[in-house]
């Protein structure tokens, strides 16, 4: 970890801890006893966790151990089979009518997306389309943007994920990094107050990993938006993140600071994932 950032960890957890619980901003995702079940199989199982304005959290945990579910409940893409999330202090998937709570129409849906982007593992990209109509075509057709104002804003994305010069080409005349980087800008393009990212080197050859990296580095550092990240990157974990999430059985087992969970894991399940991590090469 760079000593700035550490330095910049170090000051926020002496700030949190010298601050009263009711001085201390609302979370701005509260996930409360969440349920989602595939048939009999439970992926997420009671589920609780809040997330504070501007927190990085990585989700580690083995495969199918409901990290990726969580984030695609978050983005609305799945629904719940029990319990509530607020996002922003309002309902996700409820509403208020009347003074009770009812199951969420899709304008509703509609209105509380627009606060979360997600990057997902695969890039989805329209291939007909530039790399500019790529990241400015959700500003112009969802709210109304004219063309000037989104395509500028959309050249300022991509120089700051490093494909700026890339504007006019089309996803087939770039590489497996270069699209994840494009995706990444077309996701802050819509300026959500949340990004999820899942996996998103997962895709793509060891040699384009750390380009990629490098961009969500380059987020988490000089911006305040609220990330979430799944990631088998452990080295990244450890360095992105304000707080790790382990999840197993569709249940965090622990959670805390990165370097209490990467060198000091409290709970054996811990201990024994981050042990087959490192010994399948995978370093902290």
């Known amino acids: 970890m760079s000593d700035l950032k550490q330095e910049t960890k170090q000051s926020a957890a002496k700030v949190a801890a010298t601050m009263k619980d009711n ?68 309902p996700l998937w409820h509403k208020e009518v009347g003074g009770r709570l009812v199951e969420a129409d899709e304008a509703h849906l509609h209105e509380m997306r627009a606060k979360i982007g997600m990057v997902f593992q695969h890039f989805n990209l329209f291939p007909h389309k530039t790399v500019l109509e790529n990241v400015s075509l959700a500003p112009i057709l969802t709210k109304n943007i004219p063309r000037a104002e989104a395509e500028q804003s959309a050249m300022e994305l991509l120089e700051t994920v490093g494909m700026a010069e890339k504007a006019g080409q089309k996803p087939s005349q770039l590489s497996g990094g270069q699209k994840q980087r494009v995706a990444i800008a077309r996701a802050l393009a819509l300026k959500p107050k949340i990004m999820l990212f899942d996996e998103v080197t997962s895709a793509l050859d060891p040699e384009l990993v750390e380009e990629v990296l490098n961009v969500l580095r380059k987020l988490g550092e000089e911006t305040d938006m609220t990330m979430l990240l799944v990631t088998h990157e452990m080295g990244f974990a450890h360095d992105f993140a304000d707080r790790v999430l382990f999840f197993d059985g569709g249940k965090i087992v622990e959670q805390g600071p990165p370097d209490q969970i990467f060198t000091n894991p409290q709970e054996e399940r811990t201990q024994s994932f981050l042990k087959k991590i490192v010994g399948a090469g995978r370093t902290i």
């Open 23 to 90: 001085d201390s901003p609302p979370p701005l995702i509260e996930v409360k006893e969440i349920t989602k079940k595939y048939g009999t199989n439970v992926v997420l199982d009671q589920l609780s966790f809040d997330v504070s304005p501007g927190e990085k959290i990585a989700l580690i945990g083995p495969s199918g151990s409901g990290k990726t579910t969580i984030l695609r409940i978050l983005m609305t893409l799945e629904t719940l089979n029990g319990g509530r999330i607020n996002i922003d202090g309002r």
